[in-house]
């Protein structure tokens, strides 16, 4: 059987409850679905997205900031939520609700057990740079975890809101962009070290093509949405041997500006 997995900044899961994405989830084909900026209390992650799915949860202690979580369809087997390991080994990060893996048993029959990471990346600030020193040093870390989870064989992806787009096909106003956040080259050098000099794979933009785009996050302000000026910053980033296994990848734009429930669109990647 194929296994589809969905990624999305829901911007607020209680916001987004109410906004849309229950009907997204009763319509969704993904067996996975990765969440990020959760911005919800563990205890009730499962109220939000119904009986359908079991999720588990890495909540913030700052109450309403970032948080992340995973949710599985019911009934899937080889999914221990119990075994998710919450946390990425960084000093201070504990219960920050940023990193959160979850395994699968030989979920494509291939006799490869996989781990599903959710990730909620630092957005950064120059004009304050201890944001910038603390996303530095998660993605320090996060280049050290990777290797770790691919030493055993298994297979990998890292999904989520990475807040980095990598190259200029990855956001519209890119010339407005080099001095910010989220384009930095310092920043945009981490993907390379994976993508470029390593062996991960942005299955997105391979499936996808040269682009531009598709973009995958807009601003609330202006026309942003409506002239797709966006940028993509929410990423499958996989082990080779799984991309290889990735057939199709999509953004679940939604058709217009007042029927969005985030800011984000969820990426949608199907591997068989």
Known sequence: MPLTIATVNVNGLRAAARKGMVDWLASTDADVITLQEVRAPDELLEGLVGKDWQ?????????????????????????????????????????????LETDLADPLGDGHDLTVVSLYLHSGNTEKPQTMIDKYAMLDRM?????????????????????IAHREVDIKNWKGNLKSAGFLLEERAYLDRLLVEGEWVDVHRTLAGEGPGPYTWWSQRGK?????????????????????????????????????????????????
């Open 55 to 99: 999720i588990t949860g890495e909540a913030s202690l700052l109450k309403g900031r970032a948080g992340v979580a995973t949710a599985v369809r019911a009934g899937r087997e080889g999914v221990d939520l119990e075994a998710t390991r919450r946390g990425i080994g960084l000093d201070g990060d504990a219960h920050t609700g940023r990193w």
């Open 143 to 163: 280049l050290e975890r990777m290797a770790e989870l691919r030493a055993d064989g298994r297979h990998v992806v890292v999904t989520g809101d990475w807040n």
């Open 224 to 272: 942003a949405f409506d002239n797709d000026s966006g940028w993509r910053i929410d990423y499958q980033i996989a082990s080779p041997e799984l991309a290889a296994r990735a057939v199709s990848a999509r953004v679940d734009r939604a058709p217009s500006y007042d029927t969005r429930w985030s800011d984000h669109a969820p990426l949608v990647v199907t591997y068989a």
